[in-house]
């Protein structure tokens, strides 16, 4: 039986933004053992790579939204972030608020309780019992009103900074949307879910309040 022995001459390129596709005849020599050689023609189809600038900066250091991201925060007062699955994003938009004077409480929805207690009011915190040992409760100040007294002189104000606020119901939503409202220092960002890419939206918009004051 005949022992083929083939060799491709042609190199496919990765490509990130598919723009078009060629159709490209690759000649395909085959050495068969006694020695003759013939070629045969292989039809391949091959994609040509187009690079643009955020391949080799990052698509998300030259969107110019930094300003817009300022001024939503300073109008709506309490977003609802959408950033991409692999995260880092929203590094970028918390550093911004900070170099702008604000610092920041960043929570957990997951075990937060009521959002409304929890932020501003005293609240009871029950510790884990082991055994046999009493049931203690312990009671700790207002986390929003607390830091807010913490905070220096030439300091803007607070954002509180809720990560997977997606397991929130629509009620407690509504509280973290009015909560500026009511401690008006205090800049609400809820991480709502994921998207394509970092996108926002008012809070009051996700829980269903109107968008403006009456």
Known sequence: MAAAACSFQGTLLPSLNHKHKQLTLI???IRINNGSTRRTNNKKLLTKCSRTLGDFIGGDLIKPDLGR????????????????HEGGYEGRYLTRLKYNGYHFLSL????LG??????????PVCPATLGKQPIARWYFPPEVDYRLSLLPPDAKGLV??????KVLSKAELQFLAILPSLRPQVRVIAECGNWRKFVWKPLKEIAGLPTEEP
Request: charged share 25%; hydrophobic share 40%.
């Open 108 to 111: 957990s929805a997951r075990g």
């Open 160 to 165: 509180v900074w809720i990560i997977e606020a």
């Open 114 to 123: 009521d959002p409304e207690t929890t932020l501003t009011k005293f609240h």
């Open 27 to 29: 000649s395909i020599p």
């Open 69 to 84: 991201w300022l001024s939503d925060v300073e109008e709506h007062k309490a977003i609802a972030i959408y950033s991409p």
